[in-house]
């Protein structure tokens, strides 16, 4: 069970583009999913957290107009690079966990390896 | 939040025992202690998590100290398929995130 389904898997895109991509909780309602994001060789950096219904928060030094984030269900969460460029290449993974207790786990997706031309 | 300190890299031979340690020496009295790994490109994969007493399931055990200021995972019988990068985590009791530190790499040897 907790199965998180990340899409697409990988993209290549010209720069200027805007790129969604979607994260969807398969098995379970996710209240609070979350957006991270991987350089190589580096660890995940948590860029926002999303709640079902309300607007992302969003960590400092991520830019919510460039990184928009919509919660609209409780299984579907999307996050769009808008305007991406050659820096935002990276590989973007997201999470969701069932309720809010932190004595619930976050089930990650698989990631989505973004490269900007 | 509570930050977490893991040794960088570790190597451990194939059926023995790895045991993982992680420092938390910040963490309060109701933040829980995750772990997590990375295989290459792929998302992280949740192992185990306790709050104080120690945890077993189908994957690994989970030692936490009495004063909770440290942790040790252990996967009993390592594998190769068990290489991969290791994270300690505490979650944070504001908006559950998690906020991960360097880790560990583990390289299982045949």
């Known amino acids: ?117 | 939040d509570a930050k977490t300190t893991q040794p960088p890299s570790m190597d451990c031979a194939e059926g023995r025992a790895a045991n993982l340690p992680c420092n938390h020496s910040t963490i309060s009295g109701n933040e829980y202690v995750y772990w997590y790994r990375q295989i290459h490109s792929q998302g992280p994969q949740y192992i185990i998590h306790g709050l104080k007493n120690n945890e077993t399931n189908e994957m690994a055990s989970l030692i936490i100290t009495e004063d909770r200021k440290s942790s040790t995972l252990i996967l009993p019988h390592a594998t190769l398929r068990d290489t991969a990068v290791y994270y300690c985590i505490v979650r944070g009791l504001r908006g559950n995130q998690f906020y991960f530190g360097t880790g560990t790499s583990l390289t299982v040897i045949p």
């Open chain 1, 1 to 117: 069970g907790a199965v998180v389904s990340q899409h697409p898997s990988r993209v290549i895109c010209k720069s200027g583009t805007s790129v969604k991509i979607e994260c969807r909780s398969l098995d379970f309602q996710a209240t609070t999913m979350f957006w991270y994001r991987q350089f190589p060789k580096k660890s995940l950096m948590l860029m926002a957290t999303s709640n079902e219904g309300s607007k992302a928060t969003y960590e400092q030094g991520v830019e919510k107009d460039k990184f928009l984030i919509n919660h609209a269900s409780l299984t579907l969460s999307t996050l769009t690079v808008t305007s991406a460029h050659p820096e935002d290449s990276s590989f973007y993974i997201c999470s969701a966990s069932y309720g809010s207790s932190s004595n619930q786990p976050q089930h990650f997706g698989d990631g989505t390896r973004l490269s900007i031309l």
